[in-house]
């Protein structure tokens, strides 16, 4: 967005804050700086990330963050911003996450955390300032009863389009929406399948249960074909997708060359990039053009919800408009992927489990140079430079929505759980904080050697190392 279309759209907007939607008065535009990889007023030509005047909508801070709010500016006189613009809402999606226990205190996910329960993610995911979380792990025959008997007794509440609302609400404008779904493994690789409602993913269920050695426990192997379970959540009005596409252990790539090998066509809604990859990698992958691109956290923690997640601009919240969202149908679209830098991520390069040796040669590296150890860990960034055809990905009028980079605070040295207490009361959510609060403000509640580590952050200038085999790469300091 250039100066003057700025200019053009300061003073009175009509714009959904939040899910307030109203006019407010916009104070300033957080960022001016020319579109970059870190910088948020790129996100699609009639978007920009804005500090309103208050009364903004359950703000916290004298300011008025509208948390993490990011407004689509109608009144610019852009082609883009006609008609559906007006109803549309930022929404802020991370759809894998998994559950560590029932209700009963038994696992699902064995190797979450204990305190990630259904009744936990609801005001974690607040906390963070998403907007839909999709529960991976609400096929668990223990979390169907749990969920069906919340329903039942009024204390969660179905949206319209899919999806569902805590009833005791917070009080805040755009309560959290809970999707459900599965993560389910076939022939080796992990998929995703998400419904409208509690009673379709039990219609579901009663299908898959039968073929799961356990399916009590997070993600068992089903001996259904990919192709099949595919046709029965479409049967069911269901999504399918690629879970963590791209990473060594499960993901679809780490197994296969083609999507052909598998599939027929059709039966995929959409891919999800993984921590490790980005656009540009998974663009590498000519076959994947037609397909949308999906960033979710994989939380098997509270702590790491939120650290990938996808901005949608939605007209609310709903299994509906993600559907729509996906297709870019309607006006619902995807407005940008929010994930690690590739690099944080656990599988990004090849590592070898002997010797602890991460490559830092220009990918592919495929073997250990210093200890010849047999235990590789192929990488991402390795695996997709031998799988890629070459530059890919879209162009023309369907351009694929940017990647934006983002350090989640819990990697950002020095800034402890308290510190990241602190900036939530303060701001409203940690996105808030992370993306959009002004550096002294930031200094003024977490200290300048923190705040300076934000922004460098939000700038892309933090120095990593790069992660592989199974450890996350981290932030080094100066
Ligand atoms: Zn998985
Ligand atoms: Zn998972």
């Not at 389910?184 to 269920?205: I, K, R």
């Not at 300048?448 to 450890?471: K, Q, S, T, W």
């Amino acid at each position: 967005m250039g100066a003057d279309e700025v200019k053009a759209a300061e003073g009175g907007l009509r714009i959904a804050a939040d899910g307030a939607a109203g006019s407010y008065f916009v104070e300033s535009f957080i960022a001016r700086e020319p579109p970059s990889a870190a910088n948020w007023a790129s996100w699609g030509s009639a978007t920009v990330l804005v500090r309103l005047m208050p009364p903004a909508p359950r703000a916290r801070s004298s300011y008025g963050y509208a948390a993490c709010a990011m407004l689509e500016v109608c009144s610019l006189p852009s082609p883009r911003a006609t008609g559906a613009c007006a109803k549309a809402n930022p929404s802020f999606a991370d759809l894998h996450v998994h559950l560590g226990r029932d209700r009963e205190g038994r696992p699902v996910k064995v190797t979450a955390s204990a305190r990630l329960t259904l009744e936990n993610i609801f005001p974690a995911a607040e906390r963070k300032g998403l907007h839909l979380v999709g529960l991976v792990d609400a096929v668990v025959p223990a979390c169907l009863g749990h969920l069906g008997e919340l329903t039942a007794r009024g204390e969660l509440r179905a949206v319209p389009g899919g999806g569902y609302v805590r009833d005791a609400g917070t009080g805040r404008a755009r309560p959290v929406v809970l999707l459900v779904g599965a993560e389910m493994e076939a022939e080796g690789c992990h998929y995703l399948a998400y419904f409208a409602t509690v009673e379709e993913l039990a219609d579901f269920a009663a299908v898959l249960h039968p073929t799961l050695k356990n399916p009590s426990l997070s993600t068992q192997a089903t001996d259904l074909s990919p192709a099949r379970l595919a046709r029965l959540v479409h049967g069911r009005g269901g999504l399918f997708l690629l879970a963590h596409a791209f990473t060594p252990h499960k993901g679809y790539y780490g197994r296969h060359r083609s999507l052909e090998e598998t599939f027929a066509g059709g039966e995929i809604d959409g891919v999800e990039l993984g921590l490790s990859a980005d656009t540009a990698m998974a663009d590498g992958l000519a076959e994947l053009a037609p397909h949308p691109y999906l960033s979710n956290s994989d939380a098997h923690s509270l702590e790491n919800l939120a650290r990938e997640f996808t901005a949608f601009s939605l007209a609310a919240p709903s299994f509906a408009e993600v559907c729509l969202g996906l297709r870019g149908e309607g006006g619902r679209t995807i407005l940008a992927n929010v994930g690690l830098d590739p690099r944080l991520g656990k599988y990004h390069r090849t590592a070898c489990g002997m010797c602890g040796f991460v490559a830092a040669a220009p990918p592919p590296v495929w073997e250990c140079p210093t200890c010849g150890g047999k235990k590789v860990t192929v990488g991402v960034v390795d695996r997709l430079a031998a799988l890629s055809s070459g530059p890919g990905g879209r162009g023309g009028d369907r351009p694929r929505p940017p990647y934006r980079r983002q350090v989640p605070l819990g990697f950002i040295p020095g800034l402890g759980a308290a510190g990241r207490d602190r900036l939530v009361g303060v701001f409203g959510s940690e996105l808030a904080a992370l993306h959009l609060a002004a550096e002294d403000e930031l200094a003024s509640v977490v200290g300048r050697r923190v705040a300076a580590l934000i922004l460098a952050a939000r700038r892309g200038d933090l120095e990593l190392a790069a992660g592989g085999g199974g450890r996350y790469g981290k932030v080094l300091q100066k």
